[in-house]
């Protein structure tokens, strides 16, 4: 399969690219614990973008693993995830931001993952109002039976990686977390790769 991207994302830094249907995009966990705030928009229509509910009433999990789609607001399916050497991804704690970060932590002026998306975003002519309840790829988000949760320490070592498939041509953002406050990155964001392949003869 041709590549056509390999990047290194800094600790703290975001990434976005488009990608045709059957593209493979894998995020790769270089260092280990270290959070990925993910969203993903249908290429020909961005306002049909990832919807947290529809992804975990259909997959029938919170937490996502290989094999698992990402669907729309529309339940239309934008990607799926192929390979995947955690086997658990959050769905539900969101990305940080100045403002959470100063409500949970008392600290001021933070860098975010809401602030990345916002930069990233732009360069796609989306806006903040198109900032959902995002995937978090390797952070590790338990649910007790009481209902409370909590961000523990993550469970990703280096190296390891997931790997999704666009089956639709889609617009695929993240950013890797800057998060200092709680255990999402060990309390200290590391670098992740990025890879882009296509598969067949398009290349």
């Not at 690219?17 to 229509?45: K, S």
């Amino acid at each position: 399969m041709p590549e056509l991207l390999r990047k290194t994302i800094a600790a703290g830094g975001r990434f976005s690219a488009r990608l045709e249907t059957g593209d493979l995009l894998r995020i790769v966990d270089l260092e280990g614990r270290q959070a990925v705030d993910f969203l993903v928009f249908a290429a020909g229509l961005p306002t049909d973008r990832y919807n947290a509910a529809n992804t975990m009433k259909l997959n029938g999990t919170i937490y996502l693993g290989k094999g698992a789609k990402l669907y729309s607001e529309r339940a239309q399916a934008l990607m799926t995830i192929v390979e995947d050497t955690v086997g658990r991804h959050d769905t539900i704690g969101g990305c940080c931001s100045r403002w959470s970060n100063f409500a949970r932590y008392g600290v001021e002026d933070t860098p975010g993952c809401y602030h990345n998306f916002v930069a990233e975003l732009a360069g796609w002519s989306l806006g903040p109002s198109d900032i959902v309840a995002n995937i978090n790829f390797f952070m590790n988000v338990p649910v007790r039976p009481d209902g409370s949760m909590a961000i523990e320490e993550g469970l990703s070592k280096p190296g390891d990686h997931v790997e999704l498939r666009a089956e639709t041509p889609v617009i695929a953002v993240l950013s890797n977390c800057p998060q200092r406050h709680n255990p999402a990155t060990g309390f200290a964001p590391t670098p992740i790769e990025v890879m882009l392949t296509r598969q067949g003869s398009r290349a």
